[in-house]
């Protein structure tokens, strides 16, 4: 890591520490309104609710709004369970979903525990299916087909496959977003085409060039799509020296390729040679991070279903998911 992004990692730390000196303060305060609600003869959730509309929380919540979800879930998980609650009901409803997916574990299930099922359905929207695979496991069995058919046909089919698969491979990691082009078009195609998108997905530093059935042909990185002459076919720029992965290749082997050919994305493709995903950066990283906890918390002699949940209710949520 160099100085500048040790710099701005440290400074990421403390303006978290910060804030959550900031929540604690304002916590402080709710706590003293709760003692008082004994002495008060308006029902309790009045004063509660008036309390909400102190300026205090207000900039709280205000603090809340402007901040990363995985920061949210940074502060969430240093709270006591009593003040984690207080706090995640002012986390902006539309944060719900991500801060759920930064969130550890422990500490998502804690929070999962205190939404509702119309709550829960409503923070799953909000993400992709392959997100919502990596939720399965601490999600209520009665939440899970209503989530279900809140999703489109396309993604329905996305989230089995997620699930199809075991922990630990490529499949169970890569993501469904990615932007596939033909070999037979123009750059200047490609870039209108592309211009007519709302974004493009995150990491997205090549184009998939596949043809009419998906079969993978190569890739057009966006670079070469930037300087190329727009004129240029893509079959003229693209490269057909592809890292690829299948879906059932373990995780561990792609993370040494990503780091070996120092990779922000590559295709996954099935034994047909047909796209089915995408590799990102993002997908290594969170596997190596969720990959050292494992193994930290089994140097002090402690699992992962230790703290969480158990292997027999994963594998339960990922079957009925598969059933439905």
Same mark, same amino acid.
């Given at each position: 890591?160099?100085?500048?992004?040790?710099?701005?990692?440290?400074?990421?730390?403390?303006?978290?520490?910060?804030?959550?000196?900031?929540?604690?303060?304002?916590?402080?305060?709710?706590?003293?309104?709760?003692?008082?609600?004994?002495?008060?003869?308006?029902?309790? %959730?009045? $004063?509660?609710?008036?309390?909400?509309?102190?300026?205090?929380? /207000?900039?709280?919540?205000?603090?809340?709004?402007?901040?990363?979800?995985?920061?949210?879930?940074?502060?969430?998980?240093?709270?006591?369970?009593?003040?984690?609650?207080? $706090?995640?009901?002012?986390?902006?409803?539309?944060?719900?979903?991500?801060?759920?997916?930064?969130?550890?574990?422990? &500490?998502?299930?804690?929070?999962i525990a205190d939404m509702d099922a119309h709550e829960l359905v409503a923070a799953t929207e909000q993400l992709d299916a392959d997100e919502i695979a990596d939720l399965v496991p601490d999600l209520p069995e009665g939440v899970i087909a209503d989530v279900f058919r809140s999703l489109s046909e396309a993604e329905r089919l996305q989230l089995k496959a997620a699930l199809s698969?075991?922990?630990?491979?490529?499949?169970?990691?890569?993501?469904?977003?990615?932007?596939?082009? !033909?070999?037979?078009?123009?750059?200047?195609?490609?870039? !209108?085409? #592309?211009?007519?998108?709302?974004?493009?997905?995150?990491?997205?530093?090549?184009?998939?060039? &596949?043809? !009419?059935?998906?079969?993978?042909?190569? &890739?057009?990185? $966006?670079?070469?799509?930037?300087?190329?002459?727009?004129?240029?076919?893509?079959?003229?720029?693209?490269?057909?020296?592809?890292?690829?992965?299948?879906?059932?290749?373990?995780?561990?082997?792609?993370?040494?390729?990503?780091?070996?050919?120092? #990779?922000?994305?590559?295709?996954?493709?099935?034994?047909?040679?047909?796209?089915?995903?995408?590799?990102?950066?993002?997908? /290594?990283?969170?596997?190596?991070?969720?990959?050292?906890? %494992?193994?930290?918390?089994?140097? $002090?002699?402690? !699992?992962?279903?230790?703290?969480?949940?158990?292997?027999?209710?994963?594998?339960?949520?990922?079957?009925?998911?598969?059933?439905?």
């Open positions: 890591m160099s100085e500048v992004d040790k710099k701005n990692t440290q400074s990421s730390i403390d303006a978290v520490r910060r804030s959550l000196e900031d929540i604690k303060t304002s916590l402080d305060k709710y706590q003293h309104v709760e003692n008082l609600l004994g002495d008060q003869e308006m029902p309790r %959730q009045d $004063v509660v609710d008036g309390f909400i509309q102190e300026p205090n929380l /207000i900039g709280l919540q205000d603090k809340l709004d402007a901040m990363h979800p995985a920061d949210i879930a940074a502060i969430l998980e240093q709270l006591p369970l009593d003040e984690r609650l207080v $706090v995640w009901k002012l986390v902006r409803s539309e944060f719900d979903g991500d801060v759920l997916l930064e969130a550890s574990g422990a &500490v998502r299930e804690t929070l698969y075991p922990e630990d491979t490529v499949g169970a990691l890569m993501d469904f977003e990615m932007v596939t082009v !033909r070999e037979d078009v123009s750059l200047d195609v490609v870039l !209108r085409y #592309l211009r007519r998108l709302e974004k493009l997905p995150h990491n997205t530093d090549k184009l998939f060039v &596949v043809d !009419r059935r998906e079969m993978l042909k190569g &890739v057009l990185s $966006v670079s070469d799509l930037i300087v190329a002459a727009p004129e240029t076919k893509v079959c003229d720029v693209m490269s057909t020296d592809v890292v690829s992965f299948n879906p059932d290749q373990d995780a561990e082997s792609a993370a040494h390729a990503f780091e070996r050919y120092d #990779l922000v994305s590559a295709p996954v493709v099935d034994g047909y040679n047909r796209i089915v995903g995408r590799m990102t950066i993002t997908d /290594i990283v969170d596997y190596i991070r969720e990959d050292a906890e %494992q193994e930290s918390l089994g140097k $002090v002699g402690l !699992r992962d279903e230790d703290l969480f949940s158990s292997v027999w209710k994963s594998a339960k949520n990922r079957w009925l998911w598969l059933a439905v």
